[in-house]
T-cell receptor, first 112, second 115 residues
């Protein structure tokens, strides 16, 4: 069985500061891991994904995430926050079967 | 390629009515999944269809049903609407690649309000 826990339902950062959104997963099989972003009144957009290979994954808009198997984590980071990064972020896991399991989401606020 | 499209984008219904939502996947994608998104429950998986067959189903009552057509377009139906069915309904399509894992591409959603 798979599950995802996102620590912190709300995160606030100043513009230009580091963004760190936390995601821990549980999976009985090698997981596929994803980060999605959702802007108001829109669907989810894929930011990045981990399948196999390099554990540091780079995505769109300057975001990256590192798969740490020993910590069962897949935290999302961005060195410098921009006002346009304000959105809801979802971590998801898929593995073995065909179903995605999403976290409850983290709302990111960027303070000017 | 055109993205995932969902119609209608907004819908207002009355308790007890039924509703049908439509989803057109990205061309070539054969899998369509449906999710319900609410502020309190987050994203909850409804069901997935692949080649016109329901492959997975979430924990929702039988009032929620779906189907997929031969062109991969999908519809979901909710009968006997309840106030708690008010939500954003998201459709996602995917093309499974064993090497790359399965990415889901989401539509903009249908905002259903039940009064």
């Amino acid at each position: 069985a798979q599950s995802v826990t996102q620590l912190g339902s709300h995160v606030s950062v100043s513009e230009g500061a580091l963004v760190l959104l936390r995601c821990n997963y549980s999976s009985s099989v090698p997981p596929y891991l994803f980060w999605y972003v959702q802007y108001p009144n829109q669907g989810l957009q894929l930011l990045l994904k981990y399948t196999t290979g390099a554990t540091l994954v780079k995505g769109i808009n300057g975001f990256e995430a590192e798969f740490k198997k020993s910590e069962t984590s897949f935290h999302l980071t961005k060195p410098s926050a921009h006002m346009s990064d304000a959105a809801e972020y979802f971590c998801a896991v898929s593995g073995g079967g065909n179903q995605f399991y999403f976290g409850t989401g983290t709302s990111l606020t960027v303070i000017p | 390629k055109a993205g995932v499209t969902q119609t209608p984008r907004y819908l207002i219904k009355t308790r007890g009515q039924q509703v049908t939502l439509s989803c057109s996947p990205i061309s070539g994608h054969r899998s369509v999944s449906w999710y319900q998104q609410t502020p309190g429950q987050g994203l909850q998986f409804l069901f997935e269809y692949f080649s016109e067959t329901q492959r997975n189903k979430g924990n929702f009552p039988g009032r929620f049903s779906g189907r997929q057509f031969s062109n991969s377009r999908s519809e979901m139906n909710v009968s006997t609407l309840e106030l708690g069915d008010s939500a954003l309904y998201l459709c996602a399509s995917s093309f499974f690649d064993n090497r790359q894992g399965r990415e889901q591409y989401f539509g903009p959603g249908t905002r259903l309000t039940v009064t």
